[in-house]
């Protein structure tokens, strides 16, 4: 084989075009995958996921050595924010992360490729370096894992330094006396915890008439009450028309989206958060007769195979939430069927996270989808405040529920609200994945004192036989 010739590309190096290029070297094929920036990893690693996190952690460690700590009669005199440390733990973890995909690529002999990657003949791909050198790869199969990028505004133009999208919200140089926020899906709320603890005036505008679209319904009222303690501003039901740059700050000017008067609010830096959009620029689909659908997502069937034989695509790029695990599944699945064997992803058991204080964790079907598709339920529901481990560490506040299937009690969906809430969602995942019983989940013994035991209890709620309540 000349060493251009692959038996898998992929195009894109985020977790779900790395992860799928290691499976399919696992599994003895060899790959290269190709990346047009400098560093691996794709938004995740370098300026979504990762440095995301990194920064509510600091931030969360901050507002509680602040606010929190004296409860446990920890005192704190003299706190002061060195936000330039801050930044440099974030960047030091995403430096030291991306590396770590190099050396998995050296360890499973994955040919990295720096440049942009597009649909060639069949059966090629075509990259162009920075010189703007082209070269051809021949390959077998092809997997387009080129992910997403940040929705805008009509007449908001994003300049990453007053008005910003993710990308610019994480590397700020200093708190903003006041942030406005468009949006209050995962990443505006986010960030919006990230300066809001760490000093920020935070005004959240959202055009829905609820906060975290897509989330149980019940969740989203309780978790806006709470964001509201931390003295965040909401203004839902509120459409931006425009933005306007000053000599210091931001005028946004905004109305009802059922009509009414227009207002306008200063801002020192507006974060636009209202959605990514698949990115698919240069990819060559049109020509290579790739299929999209109206939202300029690429077409794939159960194989993740596109309307082109041999050519795939994962993650963001195709339907379905746009999260890094779930792009991490397909990938594996779409390397697996590629080598012949059968794989799938279970769309059904797919948590979502939202990692703000409180942290909101859901996965399965809200109450509202299984209202409105007639499914007969029951449910149980079980406080923070009620559990002995969320007292000793005072996060009492939030709830778990979990929804039932009246007739076989098998779990449907499990909605909680509170701290850490994103690591115990994963025994629910696995619940909903193994097709276990809001029983089997009541009967199943869990460690005292933990917060998981809040999920035991509104197991056992499901059956009217909490314990602690
Ligand atoms: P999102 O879809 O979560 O939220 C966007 C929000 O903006 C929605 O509430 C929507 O109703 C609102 N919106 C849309 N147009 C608007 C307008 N004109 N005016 C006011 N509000 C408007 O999108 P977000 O937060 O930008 O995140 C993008 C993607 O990144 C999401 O798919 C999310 O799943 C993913 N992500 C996941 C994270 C996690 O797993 N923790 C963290 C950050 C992002």
Redesign the pocket.
């Known amino acids: 084989m000349s060493e251009n010739n692959f038996d898998v590309v992929v195009i894109g190096s985020g977790p779900g075009g790395y992860v799928a290029a290691i499976r399919a070297a696992q599994l003895g094929l060899k790959t290269a995958c190709v990346e047009k920036d400098p560093t691996l990893g794709g938004t995740c690693l370098n300026v979504?996921?990762i440095p995301?996190k990194a920064l509510l952690q600091a931030s969360e460690e901050y507002a509680h050595a602040d606010k929190a700590l004296k409860r446990h009669g920890v005192m704190v005199e003299n706190l002061q924010l060195d936000l330039l440390t801050m930044m440099g733990h974030k960047d030091k973890v995403v430096s030291d992360l991306t590396k770590g995909i190099l050396h998995l690529f050296d360890k499973n002999d994955i040919t990295h490729i720096t440049g942009s990657g597009a649909l060639g003949a069949t059966g090629e791909v075509v990259v162009t370096d920075d010189s703007g050198a082209e070269s051809t790869l021949l390959s077998k199969a092809t997997i387009i894992a080129t992910g997403s990028e940040?929705a805008s505004?009509p007449g908001i133009e994003i300049d990453e330094k007053r008005i910003v999208s993710?990308t610019g919200a994480l590397a700020l140089e200093e708190v903003p006396g006041h942030l406005a926020v468009?949006?209050?899906?995962?990443?505006?709320l986010?960030m919006a915890s990230v300066w809001g603890r760490l000093g920020a005036k935070i005004t959240v505008?959202?055009?829905?008439d609820r906060?975290?679209?897509g989330m149980d319904g019940e969740l989203a009222t309780n978790f806006q009450k709470m964001l509201r303690r931390q003295k965040m501003k909401f203004k839902l039901s509120?459409?931006?028309t425009g933005a306007e740059l000053g000599e210091s700050g931001v005028a946004l000017t905004m109305e009802p989206v059922d009509g009414g008067g227009a207002e306008t609010l200063d801002a020192d830096i507006v974060l636009v958060?209202?959605?990514?959009k698949p990115y698919t620029q240069g990819l060559g689909l049109e020509q290579a007769g790739v299929k999209t659908d109206g939202g300029g997502r690429i077409e794939v069937n159960e194989h993740f195979e596109t309307s082109v034989a041999g050519v795939y695509a994962i993650g963001d790029v195709i339907a379905g939430?746009?999260?890094?695990h779930k792009a991490e599944d397909e990938g594996v699945a779409a390397a697996e069927i590629i080598a012949g064997q059968k794989s799938h992803v279970n769309y059904d058991a797919i948590p979502?996270?939202?990692?703000t204080h409180p942290e909101l964790a859901s996965v399965g079907q809200t109450e509202e989808q299984l209202k409105e598709t007639g499914i007969d339920y029951t449910a149980g529901s079980f406080p923070f405040i009620a559990n002995g481990r969320a007292r000793a560490m005072s996060a009492t506040d939030g709830f778990v529920k979990v929804l039932a299937d009246a007739k076989s009690d098998r779990i449907l969906g499990v909605h909680i609200m509170g701290a850490d809430a994103g690591t115990i969602i994963a025994e629910a995942v696995l619940a909903i994945e193994l097709g276990a019983s809001a029983k089997d989940l009541a009967r199943t013994c869990h460690a005292h004192p933990t917060l998981n035991e809040a999920l035991k209890e509104a197991a056992l709620d499901v059956d009217e036989r909490a314990i602690h309540v």
């Open positions: 979504g996921c995301s940040s505004l993710s468009i949006g209050a899906g995962y990443i505006g986010e505008i959202e055009f829905l906060i975290v679209p509120t459409k931006v958060a209202v959605g990514r939430p746009m999260l890094a979502g996270v939202v990692y």
